[in-house]
């Protein structure tokens, strides 16, 4: 019983039931317009004196209203009053004007249904209430039996009026399970006569699908840039605390060191913020690449105490400037591995052959050198946790460029090695 009357009386068919009235409230210029034309074929003056007038200029306006719903805001329109009431998904209806010829159609036959549903439901919900109050209020009130009110004589016999209040109840019953069916029913017709077409979907398809690639370049970007200089920031301090007391001089160029690396990383933070804030590439912070970043990149590290040797047999400069950058993204990234998670040594060889620029970063497996090697200042750091979302960014960024990538280990080495196409890159 409860779950019923929800039915009838919950917040859901409330809402639909609000929009079954609007539906009434726009079918009433085209009523008014039907009666102009239904009063004079008849030789009636007061068409809404007759019922069957009424639902003749009723019917007369329902075609002119498909037309008027061919104008483009129609569909916006109604797809936003039919998710706001119906409780309809949004994605489940379209949001721009119909286009096409079929969509037109479809949306002509969605206002026709919503406003002849809801002119009925209207005319209802003016009549059946007063009418079914003064059924249950004739038993309590003998003046409404007053037979010049012109009811009918039935009304003297006690049965009938012992029955009133519940014929009274039964019609305001009936008014709401008319007006659930018919709000269900346009629940259930709107996403196929106001639903989006193919290419609709399609076209709604390939912006999420752009919005995720620059969320995911963001996500790159983000990672290779402020994780690496976390990294190196936390192995500059660890190193500079180690030999704060007997080594000053590399105090100093370690806090230097740090000092540049956050500087620089907040350029590069707010540059990518700055594509969140605005949708468009900004041009304050222009990407680092190979040509003109790689040195800091390198001394940056050293000043930690790592130790890299880098051999480059190619002329940063002459490469194409996406290559140059993604590249240094590659290379940034390989050292950041190795600064968490391996040993040193750490090599770094850059070289182009063959029409494709090859990187290599290879560094002993561990957190200490391999045995012979030299220590590094302050002793060997512990591996640190965490990681695995920057191979998976080299991986993207070789393969939107159309280059290979290889990362695990070969002996008691491990090694990163990356190809990347020179000419065809756009």
């Known amino acids: 019983m409860t779950r019923a009357l929800g039915l009838l009386f919950g917040g859901r068919a409330r809402r639909r039931w609000i929009h ?3 539906g009434g409230a726009l079918a009433m210029p085209y009523v008014l317009v039907g009666s102009v034309v239904v009063g004079p074929l ?3 003056d007061n068409v809404f004196g007759s019922l069957p007038l009424q639902l003749g200029s009723f019917a007369f306006g329902l075609p002119l209203a498909a037309v008027t719903s061919l104008f ?6 109604e797809s936003g009053a039919a998710r706001a009431l ?3 998904e949004a994605d489940a209806l379209a949001h721009g004007p119909a286009r096409t010829r079929p969509e037109r159609g479809r949306t002509a036959a969605w206002f026709t249904l919503h406003l002849g549903l809801g002119g009925i439901i209207s005319g209802m919900s003016l009549a059946v209430p007063p009418f079914a109050v003064v059924l249950m209020a004739l038993p309590l009130f003998a003046g409404l039996r007053d037979p010049r009110l012109g009811l009918p004589e039935v009304l003297d016999h006690g049965w009938v009026l012992a029955l009133c209040p519940i014929a009274g109840l039964a019609m305001l019953l009936a008014l709401a399970a008319c007006a659930a069916v018919c709000g269900a029913l346009l629940a259930h017709w709107a996403p196929a006569l106001l639903g989006p077409s193919p290419a609709d ?4 398809a390939e912006a999420r699908a752009a919005d995720l690639a620059v969320r995911n370049r963001l996500a790159r970007e983000l990672h290779d840039s402020v994780g690496h200089a976390l990294s190196a920031v936390t192995l500059q ?7 704060l007391d007997s080594d000053p001089d590399f105090v100093r160029e370690a806090l230097a060191a740090i000092e540049e690396t956050t500087r620089r990383t907040v350029g590069e933070l707010d540059a990518v913020l700055g594509v969140l804030r605005d949708g468009d590439t900004p041009g304050t912070a222009p990407a680092p690449t190979l040509a003109a970043d790689l040195d800091g990149l390198l001394r940056r590290t050293r000043a930690g105490g790592q130790r890299v040797t880098a051999a480059v047999d190619t002329d940063p400069a002459a490469l194409p400037p996406l290559v140059s950058r993604e590249a240094y993204r590659i290379v940034q990234e390989g050292l950041s591995n190795a600064l968490k998670h391996a040993g040193e040594p750490v090599g770094v060889r850059i070289a182009a052959t063959e029409g494709h620029l090859e990187i290599t970063v290879e560094n002993p497996l561990g957190g200490c050198p391999a045995a012979g090697s030299e220590k590094p200042l302050g002793g060997c750091p512990a591996p640190r946790p965490g990681g695995g979302h920057g191979l998976r960014g080299i991986a993207d960024r070789v393969r939107l460029l159309g280059g290979t990538s290889q990362a695990g280990v070969s002996g008691d080495i491990w090694r990163l090695h990356v190809r990347l196409p020179l000419k065809g890159t756009t």
Do not use: H, K, N
């Not at 483009?72 to 329109?77: A, D, G, I």
């Not at 301090?237 to 030999?243: E, K, T, Y």
């Open 72 to 77: 483009p805001l129609t569909r916006p329109l």
């Open 42 to 44: 008849t030789g009636v």
């Open 20 to 22: 079954l009235i609007l």
């Open 86 to 88: 119906c409780g309809i």
């Open 237 to 243: 301090a660890s190193a500079a605390r180690r030999v």
């Open 201 to 204: 979907r399609l076209a709604a």
